[in-house]
Structures are given as structure tokens and as C-alpha cells.
């Protein structure tokens, strides 16, 4: 089965009206994109580009592997992460090639314990967590994170049987509403740096008034984490947010600011639709 037969990806037009967002649009009695009393703000000194096309700034992308590091910031590129699994994961590519393009990243994502006490390479096990899948990995090695990684893109939906393990990796099941990603890379971009905490202050107060914020000490099902990641590209558009709903959705965002946030979670991460303003790429699995 070939990539474009498995799931809908987004389609680039030459004019905003002719563009395909893949999913619905917010309707007009929807909730406004920016909300009038929300009070947080970027420092007025970040340069964001306002002029670019947004929809298509992004190439079409099937899965995110996120490694587990429990950092903010990284080192300037995926492989001079050393402490990372991104080092061997950053070069890696499927070994079935109809998964299409999948993307890897840092993330803040925490690793499991002892991580950080472990200096020795090869004994410093982490954890992978696939989107949208919501596949993770825990005691993932260098020696076993492409052997790893090759087996979790067979997991082609959340409903199919998973194998105990991998490689010795255990594999299990994150029963999340959805998982949102600002990419808070400051090594590569100040802007990205500025925004992302500030966005994801905004979000999880929008996600607790809904009983939906998880993170590192609640685990339940039906919620909504908030990490922060590597870069992306496309810093010039922050802040860069991209939604990954368990019904097989990956939602690309930029431009995102904090009067934002309370119209994403209540429309996009609740209602699946989204406003064409901010978006800059999207696909849903055909599950």
C-alpha cells in the first residue's frame, strides 16, 4: 500500500480560498480564533513573520517520534544531541518506505528514572512515543533505537495488536484525547526560545479548565499533554504548535499566539476543526 492510499494529506492550492484543510473548518457561530480577554502577550521585540503564505510552509508528513530527554533546549542539530537517541535517529529513515516522510524530535518528554545519573552511552535507556499513534517505547538503547523505531512503523493504527516488545523495548498504548508540541528550540532560534513557555502556560490553564491537562504525574486516559520539542522549521512563524489527535489527526500550526489558545483547545482539540488563519499543514489517517 502505497503512502497516499492510507491517509488524506494536505493539498496546495495557489489561493487561500481554493486551499484543502484537510479537516473542517471552524464554522462562523464557531468560537473566535482570538480571545478578547486573555491578557498574555509575546515581548513586542520578536520579529514574526506576518507576510508569508502559511498553508504548505510545511512538507507533508506522516508520523513524529518523539525522544525522550527532559529538556527545553537541545544542542543545534539532532545528531550533536550526544546525550540523545537522536543521534542515531537522526539520519534514520524507515525501512518500510510506504510509512512516508516521519519526523523525529527532542522533546521534554521525561525519560525514565536514573536516566540523567547514567554517564555509560549504551546503559542510558530512554523512551519513544509515536504520534498519532500514541505508541511508546520505554528502554530504548543506542544500540536498539533503529531496530526500535523500524518496528514501532508497523503499528499502523492504535487499534492494531502490539508485541510486547521490541528490541527489549516494552511497548504499550497512551490512551490520550491528544498530544500538543511547541517547538521551544532556543539554541536554533531565540523566537521559538520566547513563545514556547508562553504558549504552553496558556494552553494547559485552557486544558485544566477542561479537566483535560496531564502531565508527567497524571497519566490518565482521555487527557491532553503538552510538551515542548526541537525544531520543526520554520521559526520565522512562531510560535509553531502541532496537535496530534487519537483519532489519527496531525494539525500544524504557526503563527500561534497566546489569544490563541483558549480557540484551539475548545475548537481544534475538542470539536477536530480549525482556522485556516494560523494553519500550515495537516493530515488524517484513514483508520
Given at each position: 500500500m502505497g503512502i497516499f492510499s492510507s491517509f488524506k494529506t494536505l493539498k496546495i492550492s495557489s489561493s487561500e480560498s481554493d486551499a484543502n484543510y484537510v479537516l473542517p473548518t471552524v464554522p462562523d457561530d464557531g468560537c473566535d480564533l482570538v480571545c478578547d480577554t486573555c491578557t498574555s502577550k509575546f515581548p513586542s521585540s520578536l520579529k514574526i513573520d506576518k507576510e508569508d503564505r502559511l498553508w504548505g510552509s510545511v512538507k507533508p508528513w506522516r508520523y513524529h517520534i518523539l525522544v525522550a530527554t527532559g529538556k527545553t533546549d537541545w544542542a543545534?542539530?539532532?545528531?550533536?544531541?550526544?546525550?540523545?537517541?537522536s543521534v542515531e535517529l537522526g539520519a534514520w529513515s524507515p525501512e518500510d518506505t510506504s510509512v512516508g516522510r516521519v519526523i523525529v524530535s527532542n522533546s521534554s518528554l521525561a525519560p525514565a528514572p536514573g536516566y540523567f545519573e547514567t554517564t555509560?552511552?549504551?546503559?542510558?535507556?530512554t523512551t519513544l512515543l509515536v504520534l498519532p499513534t500514541m505508541i511508546e517505547a520505554k528502554g530504548v538503547s543506542s544500540s536498539t533505537a533503529e531496530s526500535v523505531a523500524n518496528g514501532l512503523m508497523t503499528i499502523k493504527k492504535p487499534t492494531d495488536t502490539l508485541p510486547e516488545s521490541f528490541a527489549g523495548a516494552t511497548v504499550s498504548h497512551k490512551g490520550h484525547l491528544a498530544v500538543v508540541l511547541i517547538c521551544s528550540h532556543r539554541t536554533r532560534d531565540k523566537r521559538c526560545g520566547v513563545t514556547a513557555p508562553i504558549l504552553k502556560k496558556e494552553l494547559e490553564m485552557n486544558l485544566r479548565e477542561h479537566g483535560l491537562?496531564?502531565?508527567?504525574?497524571?497519566?490518565?486516559?482521555?487527557g491532553v499533554p503538552v510538551y515542548f520539542v526541537s525544531h520543526v522549521g520554520g521559526h520565522k512563524y512562531a510560535g509553531n504548535v502541532i496537535i496530534y489527535k487519537n483519532t489519527g489527526e496531525g494539525i500544524w500550526m504557526g503563527r500561534v499566539e497566546p489569544k490563541?489558545?483558549?480557540?484551539?483547545?475548545?475548537?481544534?482539540?475538542l470539536q477536530g476543526r480549525v482556522y485556516p488563519e494560523i494553519m500550515r499543514g495537516a493530515f488524517k489517517s484513514d483508520w
Open positions: 543545534h542539530g539532532l545528531v550533536d544531541e550526544k546525550s540523545s537517541l555509560e552511552r549504551e546503559s542510558k535507556k491537562l496531564r502531565d508527567a504525574t497524571d497519566d490518565r486516559p482521555g490563541h489558545c483558549k480557540a484551539i483547545v475548545e475548537e481544534t482539540i
